[in-house]
């Protein structure tokens, strides 16, 4: 109640609510992707309701006023989120987005002679822990293998899998080459007792 000083009036009583809104809560997730795959990034809010989204982002451009877009920008996302009823905004949250490099690899091209094995080996660029995926031009497939032989001519070719990231390297191939041994054949010549035959076929004593 007040009361007016001059005339003594007395007002009637009133009230007032004082209400206090949570600040809203969030969370971002941190995805991990292969090099050249998008990464999500997702802001999930505590409580669902209606929200206004502020991104800081490492490099790039800004996804601006959206719950979830994809990057294939390595680095920390953070953002702030504004409840679009209350007006109150959340601390600020982060994830880290990873990018892991595809491994590369090489494969080398012997030259052997036939009868002889070849021996294929693949190279990774980088050592690690890989599956090998091969395609041969016949015959069984040696399997996940880094290095094996072969009597087949022909462009074998692989793939390598990192094991630990589940990255996997572009396709790289090596040629087999499978050279012929030479022939040689040696006359049988015929003469009688104590002559000679000579290279050009002629005969003569060999006294």
């Given at each position: 109640?007040i009361?007016?000083?001059?005339?003594g009036?007395?007002s009637?009583?009133?009230s007032?609510?004082v209400?206090?809104?949570?600040?809203p809560t969030?969370?971002?997730?941190s995805?991990t992707?292969c090099?050249?795959t998008?990464a999500t990034?997702t802001a999930?809010p505590?409580?669902?309701?209606t929200?206004d989204y502020a991104?800081?982002?490492?490099?790039?451009p800004?996804?601006?006023?959206?719950a979830?877009?994809?990057?294939?920008?390595?680095?920390?996302?953070s953002?702030?989120?504004?409840?679009?009823?209350t007006g109150?905004?959340s601390a600020?949250a982060?994830g880290?987005?990873t990018?892991?490099?595809?491994p590369?690899v090489?494969v080398?091209?012997p030259?052997?002679c036939?009868?002889?094995?070849?021996?294929?080996?693949a190279?990774?660029g980088?050592?690690?822990?890989y599956d090998y995926?091969?395609?041969?031009?016949s015959?069984?497939?040696?399997?996940n293998v880094a290095?094996?032989?072969?009597?087949?001519?022909?462009?074998?070719?692989?793939?390598?899998?990192?094991?630990?990231t589940?990255?996997?390297s572009?396709s790289a191939s090596?040629?087999v080459?499978?050279n012929p041994?030479?022939?040689?054949?040696?006359?049988?010549?015929?003469v009688c007792?104590?002559?000679v035959?000579y290279s050009?076929g002629?005969?003569?004593s060999?006294r």
């Open positions: 109640m009361t007016d000083t001059v005339t009036c007395v009637t009583s009133a007032g609510t209400t206090s809104n949570p600040n969030v969370t971002v997730n995805p992707e090099e050249g998008p990034v999930t505590g409580v669902a309701g929200y991104w800081s982002v490492p490099s790039g800004n996804p601006g006023n959206v979830s877009f994809t990057t294939t920008v390595a680095g920390v996302y953002v702030i989120i504004t409840d679009t009823t109150c905004f600020s982060s880290t987005v990018i892991n490099p595809n590369t090489t080398n091209s030259s052997v036939d009868g002889t094995s070849a021996t294929v080996t190279t990774p980088v050592a690690g822990s995926a091969w395609i041969v031009p015959g069984p497939n040696p399997g290095s094996f032989t072969t009597t087949v001519a022909g462009v074998y070719s692989v793939i390598i899998t990192d094991t630990v589940g990255c996997f572009p090596g040629t080459t499978i041994n030479p022939t040689v054949t040696v006359n049988s010549p015929s007792d104590g002559a035959r050009n002629n005969t003569g060999s």
